[in-house]
């Protein structure tokens, strides 16, 4: 009787997740537009009574997505002023909105990990194709970029389907 042999697992591949590489974050979102007079501009006083009378605690230790809804121009001091009072409750902010933030944290996350993964050097990688949670596309260059000088192989997708991205020799 033949022994059933699992060939992807003999074949030495590795199998890369993206979803791995995302960082235990949540991000909250802080709309401006919120804060313009009339809706349409950012008005020094009536900021500096936003910013006094605001219960910072709800930002306590989060990760805070800053911007503006709305085509208004928002003044450098104003992002100057928010940074001083967020870091007053250990938040972290972050100009763009929560989808952008949770996307440069995501690539910052994955560049530091794959940078100190020692079991990518050399090694024949597949970057699984499915995945639950969705990486931002501009994973998918960056982790090519990171792995063209470390991995012998690139490929996408799963281990029966393949799509080479890279060989060296």
């Not at 074949?11 to 009339?38: H, K, T």
């Not at 911007?67 to 972050?94: H, K, N, Q």
């Not at 990518?120 to 501009?138: D, F, H, M, N, Y």
Request: glycine share 6%; with cysteine.
């Amino acid at each position: 009787m033949d022994e059933i042999r699992n060939k992807v697992a003999d074949s030495g591949l590795l199998s890369l997740d993206l979803e791995r590489y995302l960082p235990p974050i949540v991000v909250v979102g802080f709309d401006l537009a919120n804060w313009l007079d009339q809706g349409l501009v950012l008005r020094e006083a009536i900021f500096k009574e936003h910013l006094n009378s605001m219960d910072w605690s709800d930002f306590q230790e989060k990760d805070v997505a800053v911007y503006c809804s709305t085509e208004a121009i928002v003044p450098s001091w104003a992002f100057m002023w928010l940074s001083r009072d967020m870091a007053g409750v250990g938040a972290r902010m972050f100009l763009g909105t929560p989808d952008e933030i949770k996307a440069r944290l995501f690539l910052s996350n994955l560049e530091r990990r794959v940078e100190q993964d020692a079991s990518l050097i050399g090694a024949r990688v597949i970057v699984k194709g499915c995945s639950t949670q969705k990486a931002p596309q501009e994973a998918y260059a960056l982790l090519t970029r990171l792995l063209l000088g470390r991995a012998k192989s690139l490929m996408f997708g799963e281990p029966c389907s393949t799509v080479p991205v890279f060989k060296r020799a």
